[in-house]
């Protein structure tokens, strides 16, 4: 599973940005996606899931800001992320949870990462 994300950059506080994630490549099924970041010095968080059976699970900074979406099914997802803060700063990574073939176990993938910066 290869993971292509897209649409990081550099924004003031209070502005926004629109991560998306695609998957392409040889697999059975990807059973959830979302995000991870990482901030200099931290360690990996999680962000947001969407998982095919429905349902998303924000981290509680996040929560009122950010918004996933996507298309499970498609291989797709997107996080659109309003009134940044400097705090959110961090490299941005898409992941996906799936299947290689129809009965093995799943695994996750990660993608190569994107940079975000919010300058205060």
């Known amino acids: 599973v290869q993971l292509q994300a897209s649409g990081g950059g550099l924004v003031q506080a209070g502005g926004s940005l629109r991560l998306s994630c695609a998957a ?8 959830a996606m979302g995000w991870y970041r990482q901030a200099p010095g931290s360690e990996r968080e999680r962000v947001v899931g969407i998982s095919s059976g429905g349902g998303e699970n924000y981290v509680d900074s996040v929560k009122g800001r950010f918004a996933i979406s996507g298309d499970i099914a498609k291989n797709t997802v997107s996080l659109q992320m309003n009134s940044l803060r400097p705090e959110d700063t961090a490299v941005y990574y898409c992941y996906a949870r799936a299947r290689r073939y129809r009965y093995s176990g799943e695994t996750d993938y990660w993608g190569q990462g994107t940079l975000v910066t919010v300058s205060s």
């Open 24 to 31: 392409s490549g040889s697999f059975f099924r990807i059973n």
